[in-house]
């Protein structure tokens, strides 16, 4: 893994890293964060790292380099031993980071104190847009927070939880609500975000036309001045040599009376 760390600060092209199933750790994760790190422009926009053994120390280090990499909007943790300690080191990274997109934590052991710290994220990140946190023993509080957080969120679409969440019976109806809110938030930015992009889009549009609009115009004016030059270069050119036209005349007037003096 120190190898893939190396690879990683030397190559900027390289898009989507699919480790799953690897057995990376804490240390292997350390080592491809290095990598990340020297990654200042281009670089991943994908990391998976599915069932890899990685435990709540391996966030410190990841949680140093989200804030500064320039391109992920995808990452990964399943299937490892996140917890809720690991979640709250997360967070300070995730609250720094402006491209990440996706967030998958599936089956992390995380519990309500993980949740909270998390939907501080989801209340303040601007670019994510969904969270998976299913198989997860979150439950009323964490729910709580969670479903608050989403609200003032208009960039979450989807946020994926365990539907059979474990509670007092006479907490019950709460949880189905809060369940059901949390759908209808994400079904409101859904909307929302496809309207932003789309007029995104046509800004985007309008630009390049506009640019290329440019790039016709001042090619046709590049154009017309060089036209203008040849023009004038031209017009020097023979002005120059009607002024040379007296002196051949007057030259060759002279050779003609020289030959006619000769052959008297």
Same mark, same amino acid.
């Not at 009607?242 to 052959?263: G, I, L, N, S, W």
């Given at each position: 893994?120190?190898?893939?760390?190396?690879?990683?600060?030397?190559?900027?092209?390289?898009?989507?890293?699919?480790? %799953?199933?690897?057995?990376?750790?804490?240390?292997?994760?350390?080592?491809?964060?290095?990598?990340?790190?020297?990654?200042?422009?281009?670089?991943?926009?994908?990391?998976?790292?599915?069932?890899?053994?990685?435990?709540?120390?391996?966030?410190?280090?990841?949680?140093?380099?989200?804030?500064?990499?320039?391109?992920?909007?995808?990452?990964?943790?399943?299937?490892?031993?996140?917890?809720?300690?690991?979640?709250?080191?997360?967070?300070?990274?995730?609250?720094?980071?402006?491209?990440?997109?996706?967030?998958?934590?599936?089956?992390?052991?995380?519990?309500?104190?993980?949740?909270?710290?998390?939907?501080?994220?989801?209340?303040?990140?601007?670019?994510?847009?969904?969270?998976?946190?299913?198989?997860?023993?979150?439950?009323?509080?964490?729910?709580?927070?969670?479903?608050?957080?989403?609200?003032?969120?208009?960039?979450?679409?989807?946020?994926?939880?365990?539907?059979?969440?474990?509670?007092?019976?006479?907490?019950?109806?709460?949880?189905?609500?809060?369940?059901?809110?949390?759908?209808?938030?994400?079904? %409101?930015?859904?909307?929302?975000?496809?309207?932003?992009?789309?007029?995104?889009?046509?800004?985007?549009?309008?630009?390049?036309?506009?640019?290329?609009?440019?790039?016709?115009?001042?090619?046709?004016?590049?154009?017309?001045?060089?036209?203008?030059?040849?023009?004038?270069?031209?017009?020097?050119?023979?002005?120059?040599?009607?002024?040379?036209?007296?002196?051949?005349?007057?030259?060759?007037?002279?050779?003609?009376?020289?030959?006619?003096?000769?052959?008297?």
């Amino acid at each position: 893994m120190v190898h893939m760390g190396s690879i990683l600060k030397m190559n900027s092209t390289l898009q989507l890293l699919d480790l %799953r199933d690897n057995n990376i750790g804490d240390q292997g994760l350390s080592s491809l964060c290095e990598g990340l790190w020297e990654q200042q422009s281009g670089g991943l926009t994908t990391l998976v790292l599915w069932n890899n053994r990685i435990t709540s120390k391996g966030m410190q280090p990841l949680s140093v380099v989200l804030p500064t990499h320039p391109s992920l909007e995808t990452l990964n943790l399943g299937n490892n031993r996140i917890e809720s300690t690991g979640c709250q080191t997360l967070k300070m990274g995730l609250l720094g980071n402006r491209t990440l997109k996706r967030l998958g934590l599936v089956n992390c052991r995380i519990l309500c104190e993980g949740a909270i710290a998390l939907a501080e994220v989801i209340g303040d990140n601007k670019p994510l847009q969904r969270v998976d946190l299913r198989e997860n023993d979150i439950r009323l509080a964490g729910l709580l927070a969670l479903s608050l957080a989403h609200r003032v969120s208009r960039n979450l679409v989807r946020l994926d939880l365990k539907k059979n969440i474990r509670a007092e019976s006479r907490d019950q109806e709460l949880i189905k609500k809060l369940l059901l809110d949390i759908e209808a938030y994400g079904q %409101r930015n859904k909307i929302e975000v496809e309207e932003r992009e789309a007029r995104e889009s046509v800004l985007l549009r309008q630009k390049t036309m506009e640019q290329e609009k440019t790039k016709v115009e001042e090619a046709a004016e590049q154009e017309r001045r060089s036209d203008a030059l040849h023009a004038l270069s031209t017009a020097l050119h023979a002005q120059a040599l009607v002024a040379d036209e007296p002196e051949v005349k007057e030259e060759m007037t002279t050779t003609t009376k020289e030959e006619e003096e000769e052959e008297e």
